[in-house]
């Protein structure tokens, strides 16, 4: 089984933090997260219609990607993707600076 790095370059700031902890790491810095291969594709899509504002096609996609999760980093990346879509409904959508 391969896995895939994901970058969501459109909500960078709200992705800052790091997904699991990692000796390599020093402190303030992150790392990318690991998601399995089912839910990179849905996470790509649900960022596509945020980007979009399809807000609700990406809750849809969201959901998709929750019910076939299976890293640690996958409900991390889920969480987070929520939390910015909840924000960008609400007029206040993080941007790359």
């Known amino acids: 089984m391969s896995i895939r790095v994901i970058s969501v370059t459109l909500l960078?700031?709200?992705?800052?933090?790091?997904?699991s902890s990692s000796q390599?790491?020093?402190?303030g810095q992150c790392h990318p997260c690991?998601?399995?291969?089912k839910v990179g594709?849905?996470?790509?899509?649900?960022?596509?219609?945020i980007a979009a504002k399809n807000f609700e096609g990406a809750t849809v996609?969201?959901?998709?990607?929750?019910a076939v999760k299976v890293y640690a980093d996958d409900e991390t990346v889920i969480n987070q993707m929520r939390r910015a879509t909840e924000a960008c409904?609400?007029?206040?959508?993080?941007?790359?600076?």
């Open 89 to 97: 409904e609400n007029g206040k959508c993080p941007t790359q600076p």
């Open 41 to 49: 594709p849905l996470l790509k899509e649900a960022q596509q219609m």
């Open 12 to 19: 960078s700031t709200a992705l800052l933090s790091s997904c």
């Open 34 to 37: 690991i998601v399995s291969p």
């Open 24 to 27: 390599e790491v020093r402190q």
């Open 61 to 66: 996609k969201l959901n998709e990607a929750e």
